[in-house]
């Protein structure tokens, strides 16, 4: 078993159709009540709903791809590959995880690449066509004071510079960067693109050097910004795109288990997060 990161992306939500209170959204959604809920979101797959739990404001619960596209299956021995037999009742499901708090009108959503990735188009679809309407909302939150937060950041974990060949020799040069001539000789074109990736360690108190990562991003922020193709930092809990508006995310780390991530344990760390950032959320939200 090993630990994995998860993304989290917290929303803004509006529901219509349905009142926002949880025990109704439970009952509505509950695991006992999946027949009524599928969504055809493609000619093989629905989207569902689903509840497992709640807690005074709180619903834990799976925003699932439901397939019926079934693989096939490789006997690795013969070499005859298989159709897998599934009831008609049965699908494969991709799921993204979600913390909802009604009271607040904010949803914590996992962010699966396998699954659904972000809510906001497929979780409006949703809800607008199990209720017939057209004004339900899931809007991710920006982060307007990106650069600022990210400032504040006393332990860094990554930090990840991209720029292309045309445009190394410059930053190399302003910013004593020597090793990137090494990289950019293996480019052939000058749209090629040279990405410096900088972890710490798995020691348990490992962290990069925010002093000196502050004052290349500084620097690096005066330039053209044209120079620069990718400008990323992430601390434990958080990522911060430096070019770009940033989209508030967090992460979290669960156990990973032959391809099993358990969701109470992310239910669990969810809350930890939400308890810690739901402050300074509403500080933010209140100024978009």
Same mark, same amino acid.
């Given at each position: 078993?090993?630990?994995?990161?998860?993304?989290?992306?917290?929303?803004? !939500?509006? /529901?219509?159709?349905?009142?926002?209170?949880?025990?109704? /959204?439970?009952?509505?959604?509950?695991?006992?009540?999946?027949?009524?809920?599928?969504?055809?979101?493609?000619?093989?797959?629905?989207?569902?709903?689903?509840?497992?739990?709640?807690?005074?404001?709180?619903?834990?619960?799976?925003?699932?791809?439901?397939?019926?596209?079934? %693989?096939?299956?490789?006997?690795?021995?013969?070499?005859?590959?298989? +159709?897998?037999?599934?009831?008609?009742?049965?699908?494969?499901?991709?799921?993204?995880?979600? /913390?909802?708090?009604?009271?607040?009108?904010?949803?914590?959503?996992?962010?699966?690449?396998?699954?659904?990735?972000?809510?906001? #188009?497929?979780?409006?679809? !949703?809800?607008?066509?199990?209720?017939?309407?057209?004004?339900?909302?899931?809007? %991710?939150?920006?982060?307007?004071?990106?650069?600022?937060?990210?400032?504040?950041? $006393?332990?860094? $974990?990554?930090?990840?510079?991209?720029?292309?060949?045309?445009?190394?020799?410059?930053?190399?040069?302003?910013?004593?960067?020597?090793?990137?001539?090494?990289?950019?000789?293996?480019?052939?074109?000058?749209?090629?693109?040279?990405?410096?990736?900088?972890?710490?360690?798995?020691?348990?108190?490992?962290?990069?050097?925010?002093?000196?990562?502050?004052?290349?991003?500084? +620097?690096?922020?005066?330039?053209?910004?044209?120079?620069?193709?990718?400008?990323?930092?992430?601390?434990?809990?958080?990522? !911060?795109?430096?070019?770009?508006?940033?989209?508030?995310?967090?992460?979290?780390?669960?156990?990973?288990?032959?391809? #099993?991530? !358990?969701?109470?344990?992310?239910?669990?760390?969810?809350?930890?997060?939400?308890?810690?950032?739901?402050?300074?959320?509403?500080?933010?939200?209140?100024?978009?």
């Amino acid at each position: 078993m090993v630990k994995t990161q998860v993304n989290i992306f917290p929303y803004t !939500y509006r /529901l219509s159709g349905i009142e926002n209170t949880a025990s109704i /959204l439970a009952k509505k959604f509950s695991s006992k009540n999946v027949k009524d809920n599928p969504i055809p979101y493609s000619d093989t797959c629905s989207l569902i709903f689903i509840v497992d739990q709640y807690k005074n404001d709180f619903l834990y619960g799976k925003f699932v791809r439901f397939r019926r596209d079934i %693989p096939n299956v490789l006997d690795m021995y013969t070499g005859e590959v298989t +159709g897998l037999s599934m009831d008609k009742n049965k699908g494969i499901i991709e799921e993204s995880h979600f /913390l909802m708090n009604v009271k607040a009108g904010i949803i914590f959503a996992q962010y699966n690449f396998h699954a659904l990735r972000m809510f906001s #188009t497929p979780a409006k679809f !949703y809800f607008d066509t199990l209720f017939g309407t057209d004004d339900n909302s899931f809007e %991710p939150i920006d982060n307007i004071d990106t650069y600022n937060d990210f400032k504040k950041e $006393q332990k860094l $974990q990554k930090f990840e510079l991209g720029i292309t060949k045309a445009n190394y020799r410059k930053l190399e040069k302003k910013f004593n960067l020597s090793a990137l001539d090494v990289f950019g000789s293996i480019a052939d074109d000058e749209e090629s693109m040279l990405v410096v990736e900088v972890r710490r360690s798995r020691k348990k108190d490992s962290s990069l050097n925010t002093k000196q990562i502050f004052e290349l991003t500084d +620097g690096l922020l005066r330039t053209n910004k044209e120079d620069i193709r990718v400008l990323r930092a992430e601390s434990k809990n958080e990522a !911060y795109n430096l070019l770009k508006g940033n989209l508030l995310s967090y992460f979290i780390e669960v156990d990973f288990d032959n391809r #099993t991530i !358990y969701s109470q344990q992310i239910y669990n760390e969810t809350k930890k997060l939400y308890d810690d950032k739901i402050t300074g959320l509403r500080a933010t939200i209140s100024k978009n």
